[in-house]
Every structure is written in structure tokens, then in C-alpha cells.
């Protein structure tokens, strides 16, 4: 998968808030991602994310 900074990423499970839909925010050896319903962000390994990552929308 190729995706940058600041691109919309749709992931295979929604947040609790109801969406499924988040902006990555960081890339590295980790990633951080945050919801755009609610705003809330997370961190994961690189590994994790290429898991669940469904599409990238932008």
C-alpha cells in the first residue's frame, strides 16, 4: 500500500463512534491515525495498519 501524510484511509472495523473513516496523521515506523467523526487519534505499528487498512480514499 501506498499512502502518505494527511491522506483519508478507510479501515476494515469502524470506531465506535460509528465511523471508519481516519486521516493519518504520522508516518514512520509507527502510524497515528485520527477519527475524523470524533477526533480521537491512535498509534499503531506499520505492521497492524497494512492489516486493517481496507482503502485509501484520498
Request: glycine share 6%; with cysteine.
Amino acid at each position: 500500500m501506498d499512502y502518505k501524510l494527511n491522506d483519508i484511509v478507510i479501515m476494515k472495523k469502524s470506531h465506535p463512534c460509528g465511523t471508519n473513516n481516519w486521516q493519518i496523521i504520522r508516518v514512520g515506523a509507527d502510524i497515528k491515525i485520527k477519527c475524523l467523526n470524533c477526533g480521537r487519534s491512535i498509534m499503531m505499528p506499520r505492521i497492524e495498519f497494512n492489516k486493517k487498512i481496507k482503502k485509501i480514499v484520498k
